[in-house]
């Protein structure tokens, strides 16, 4: 099953380049195991903090590169600039397309929510009945289930614009079709929103 990694690297104020570039070498290294997809520094949420998106072709994969950055003395190659870091494995939500690398954004939005107790399969029959209406006003990126942890919930959409976002946004919500209100009358779970946009290198821009 094809997973994938999300990390979260806090680094020192004014090094985002110098960071970058560490973890794209960090990344593309022989030893290295996976695909870099994202390398993205936040706009808007938590600022000096670089999002690193990895693929894996299977969990065994994902796991032994697991293996490397623990035994690591120098973390993605920016320990001298990394202030705190958080990663989570995930794996799908429904069926979508693989991800294709390229010019998407270059503003990402990554949206994050706890998952209801037991809820898993009433969110994923609302986003495949809703999603096909969103998509066409602007694409999905990527939905994905973490498997370690409190589990949760991400979906990330790339923009042209901030403006392109609010618009279509917008739009989804006056024609119905956004969002899905998968547990109607319910107050929301825990969320937690970011805008990236991509740091040189980065496979997805």
Known sequence: MTCYELAYLGVANRFHGEAAAAILSYCKADAARGELL??????????NRIAVFRRYAAAEIQAAERRRLAES???????????????????????????ETGKRG??????????????????RAAWRDRLPG?????????????????PRFTHIWPYPSMDARTQARDKALAGGAWPPNAYPGQPPTRMRNFIFRPLPGSPLC
């Open 38 to 47: 994202g390398l993205w520094a936040a706009d808007v949420g938590d600022l």
């Open 73 to 99: 003395t120098d973390p993605f190659g920016c320990g001298g600039w990394l202030m705190d870091w958080s990663l989570t494995a995930y794996g799908p939500f429904i069926d979508l397309p693989p991800i």
């Open 134 to 150: 969103r998509a066409a006003i602007s694409p999905l990126l990527t939905a994905m289930i973490s498997l370690e942890g409190v």
């Open 106 to 123: 270059p503003f990402y939005e990554v949206r994050t929510y706890d998952l209801r107790i037991g809820g898993l399969e009433k969110l």
